[in-house]
């Protein structure tokens, strides 16, 4: 009985699926995007083409294609083809995958691809179970994951595999998406529509696909055409993908650091923005701009690491979302300074030395000159330059590094060569 009503359901799917599930490619053909890694004469293309897929994993944003592509490999192998995900999966469920793909391989050498969907929810145990199965040969694996795989996949697994970044998919994929979506439903979508509901999309083909049904659903319920507030009422919130402590993270916060040091102040407070809406640490975020004007601006704008400094402050005495205000000035007075990164080239240059030459002892007339020093002939010949002006002439490097030179002025704002 439970068979027939299985039977049933799979048989109404179609009817009931959400338009994403149901607009799902079967062939390469019909994949969209990617072509960075999927395009014509490719390697992970003429794998697939050719039934020859070693283990990989899929690494990208959720709606970029990760299972779809694993399911485009299922369809298009001889091989037996098992799915786990590692939300649920055990380590026993892995080993009797390994067990079924032994038997496979030595009874009719049918090879076994493991799609794990997941992957960086398997911890280190659970991955360890796969590393014997995958490292033998029996098993290929196809991993997914929205996380960086080399901040979450032992390195095990990792040497044995290769890794696909699959990116956010472009405006105009996406429009070609809403179209075929639009297609399917029988729905009238305008060009300008299209191209809002991929802007809407964020470079994720589900997201398109769930805006473009939902905003259709609701422009049918009010017997209206379609229109830019029904798709806007679907997108409601902006998609956000990032993470606080990966890939996402470093990401932002460099191309953040990158836009002030090359004076770019829109930039600078877009990143900014992101990494606040997206609820990054703005305690991490002020930190790392205290690090900027010091290392990028430096004695060309002195007051930088006053703003950065008072910044800081402002987080912890005011707080988000006020403190946002505070976070951007700065970021904009720091992206306007003067650049310049001779203090860090100086500091950079006299620790090599130090590294290389040890830290070597100063010259006696710089040594502790109190009482205790005297008696051992240290400070002795030392000039006092508010008396003598000789002594701002002295070279007051150590013996073996007189004539060294560390700092070298850019000649940019306040820093005069």
Same mark, same amino acid.
């Given at each position: ?5 299985? !039977? ?5 799917? #179609? ?45 990208? #944003? ?51 691809? &493991? ?21 033998? $040969? ?28 699959? =990116? ?35 470079? !994720? ?6 805006? &473009? ?15 830019? #507030? ?31 040091? $090359? ?16 609820? =990054? !640490? *703005? ?20 007051? *930088? ?11 912890? %005495? ?67 330059? %508010?008396?003598? #002006? ?17 700092? =070298? ?9």
């Amino acid at each position: 009985m439970s068979d027939l009503f299985s !039977d049933a359901a799979k048989q109404r799917l #179609p009817e009931v699926a959400p338009l994403a599930l149901r607009m799902r490619p079967q062939t390469l053909d019909e994949f969209v995007g990617q072509q960075q890694v999927l395009g014509e004469g490719s390697a992970l293309r003429t794998a697939i083409e050719e039934d020859r897929v070693r283990s990989a994993i899929f690494y990208g #944003p959720p709606g970029t294609g990760k299972t779809t592509l694993a399911r485009i490999v299922a369809n298009m192998t001889g091989a037996a083809f098992e799915e786990l995900s590692a939300v649920s999966a055990t380590v026993a469920q892995v080993r009797e995958v390994l067990a079924r793909a032994r038997e496979r391989l030595g009874a009719n050498a049918q090879r076994t691809i &493991l799609f794990l969907d997941e992957i960086h929810r398997f911890n280190k145990a659970q991955q360890d179970a796969l590393l014997p199965g995958v490292e033998e $040969g029996v098993i290929t694996l196809i991993g997914a994951t929205t996380e960086n795989p080399y901040f979450e996949v032992n390195s095990a697994l990792l040497s044995r595999s290769q890794v696909y970044e699959l =990116e956010p998919l472009s405006l105009e994929d996406l429009e070609r998406i809403v179209r075929g979506g639009a297609a399917e439903l029988q729905a009238e979508v305008p060009d300008e529509l299209a191209r809002l509901i991929a802007t809407r999309a964020g470079g !994720d083909a589900r997201s398109a696909h769930n805006i &473009l049904e939902l905003a259709w659903q609701t422009a049918q319920a009010a017997k209206e055409p379609l229109g830019e #507030p029904h798709v806007e009422d679907a997108a409601r919130k902006r998609p956000l993908v990032y993470d606080k402590a990966a890939d996402a993270h470093y990401d932002f916060i460099s191309a953040f650091i990158k836009s002030m040091r $090359g004076s770019d102040p829109d930039a600078s407070v877009y990143y900014l923005a992101a990494m606040l809406e997206s609820g =990054e !640490d *703005a305690r991490y975020i002020a930190r790392r701009m205290i690090v900027l004007a010091s290392e990028d601006i430096g004695n060309a704008d002195p007051r *930088a690491l006053l703003v950065a400094v008072a910044a800081a402050q402002a987080v912890e %005495h005011v707080g988000l979302p006020e403190a946002r205000l505070n976070l951007a000035q700065a970021a904009i007075y720091l992206a306007l300074a003067p650049k310049s990164n001779a203090s860090y080239m100086a500091l950079k240059r006299a620790t090599a030395d130090v590294q290389e030459k040890g830290n070597i002892k100063p010259p006696k007339a710089l040594a502790d000159g109190s009482w205790y020093g005297r008696q051992l002939g240290k400070g002795e010949g030392y000039i006092y330059p %508010h008396s003598d #002006p000789a002594g701002y002439d002295v070279d007051y490097l150590p013996d073996e590094l007189k004539g060294t030179t560390y700092y =070298e002025p850019s000649g940019n704002g306040e820093e005069e060569s």
